[in-house]
């Protein structure tokens, strides 16, 4: 049934970059022209599917997964495959020095700066068939319902693959005018340097500036992806609007007790660095989950000295994580652990120190506004839904220091990511695409 669609009809609003500070106006309600079947404004999942399928085979792996790591022959054959795949949808193609695959659809006001969206297709060893894939399949999904359609967009459309994602955000930090000399050095999952990976994908490390965007060369940026989590499938929600993706820091904590025979000395006299440790371990998951939100702290990492069965342990290395939307809460919970360390190297005769390591990411909120979009799309479409954070890594984390940006998630079948057992039913996948075509819409409409 062709029938007259009204945007208007629900509350979208247009947004408007504000300068050079990038902030975004609300704009009122707007009216779309486009006459489209019902169907038309929503994703197949089959189609989606059968392009999750045909991507799988560079790098299957024996689990049924894909290692499909950046810069390895599996993943010049899966970029050589997403290239026709952008090609057959009429998209203009180009590889930036960054190794970004970009393919672009002009807009009935071409001079206006284009709406990004996408994610990547490389993973990590042993890695799964949906995270980053999803949102290079929806994206090119996007694509083919606006042809389907025959609806023009007055800004231009840029459909996006970043390279080595998985690797440290190569291609978006690139993009955003962050990848340095040093990181070139760098070797990556494949065994070639970024330096040697770039040039292997049609990027040039020497002429790395040339992939910057300048905040105005974009007018916003979305991405869609797998949760990589529990929560929507627990709460059996469709989609998450995803507030942003959370701060990392990370220390190694030093336990320095003293080393001494394990045979002939009393469990009294002892000054044991791995019990106390144990303790403080104990005291980062109790003291983290007491605390009102959504932070979380993890001891993943745990190395005592000198390591002998008969030897009370006088020295441990280990590891502390904590991650939070709120930079401050981050300090907050910081300060608690650490005042805990102070207790228990007291009580066990211990000396605690913290060295906060040079790794830190500040958390990246997504815009507000877009946020609201995402939201109103999916309320629009008769998803459930939920607000949440990110507690993995995105490049979309990189792209909201230089443009509006939103993320949406869908569920993943168990929590399971970054293993071939994840899954994100073809379902879901659609519904994130169709939520995602309709922000993009909203977002065009300024």
């Known amino acids: 049934m062709i ?3 009204f945007y208007s009809a629900f509350p979208y609003r247009g947004v408007i970059r504000n300068g050079a500070c990038g902030a975004l106006l609300l704009l009122g309600s707007f ?21 999750i399928e045909a991507l799988r085979k560079f790098g299957t792996n ?4 894909v290692s499909r790591v950046a810069f390895s022959d599996a993943d010049l054959a899966g970029r050589a495959w997403l290239k026709e795949q952008m090609v057959s949808l009429g998209l203009e193609v180009k590889t930036d020095t960054a190794g970004n695959i970009i393919g672009r659809r002009a807009g009935s006001d071409d001079d206006l700066a284009p709406i990004l969206f996408g994610s990547h297709i490389d993973s990590v060893p ?3 068939n949906y995270d980053g894939q999803v949102g290079v399949v929806g994206a090119l999904e996007v694509v083919e319902l606006l042809n389907e359609a025959g609806i023009t967009t007055k800004h231009p459309l840029e459909v996006v693959s970043f390279t080595d994602e998985e690797g440290g955000l190569v291609g978006s930090r690139a993009m955003i005018g962050k990848l340095t000399e040093d990181a070139m050095d760098v070797v990556s999952n494949s065994g070639f340097t970024i330096r040697e990976g770039l040039r292997r994908v049609g990027g040039d490390a020497s002429r790395i500036a040339e992939a910057a965007r300048t905040p105005d060369s974009l007018s916003a940026f979305l991405e869609l992806h797998i949760e990589q989590g529990g929560l929507l499938e627990q709460k059996q929600l469709q ?41 403080l371990a104990i005291a980062v998951n109790t003291t983290a ?6 932070q979380v702290a993890t001891v993943g990492r745990i190395e005592a000295f000198p390591g002998a069965p008969n030897v009370v342990p006088g020295r441990v290395v280990m590891s502390l994580e904590i991650r939070d939307l709120d930079a401050d809460k981050m300090q907050q919970l910081f300060d608690l652990i650490q005042a805990q360390a102070v207790d228990i190297a007291q009580s066990a005769e211990v000396s605690i120190s913290f060295t906060e390591l040079d790794v830190a990411s500040p958390p990246a909120l997504t815009d507000t506004a877009i946020r609201d979009l995402i939201a109103e799309s999916t309320e629009a479409l008769g ?5 949440m954070p990110s507690g993995a890594g995105h490049d ?3 792209l909201a220091k230089i443009t509006p940006t939103g993320m949406i998630f869908v569920p993943s079948k168990g929590g399971i990511s970054h293993s071939p057992y994840e899954y994100t039913s073809p379902e879901d996948m659609a519904n994130g695409a169709s939520v995602l075509l309709h922000t993009i819409l909203a977002l065009d409409a300024q």
């Open 3 to 5: 029938r007259q669609v």
């Open 126 to 128: 042993g890695g799964g």
């Open 62 to 65: 024996p689990e049924g997964g």
């Open 239 to 279: 989609v998450g609007v995803v507030q942003g993706i959370v701060g990392i820091r990370w220390w190694d904590v030093t336990i320095e007790g003293v080393a001494n025979h394990g045979g002939t000395t009393p469990m009294r006299q002892r000054n044991d660095a791995l019990v106390a440790a144990s303790r």
């Open 383 to 387: 998803y459930s839904y939920q607000r």
């Open 289 to 294: 989950t007491e605390l009102e939100g959504r």
């Open 31 to 51: 009216l779309s022209n486009a006459t489209v079947a019902d169907d038309m404004l929503r994703a197949d999942p089959d189609r989606m599917q059968s392009r």
């Open 396 to 398: 979309a984390q990189d």
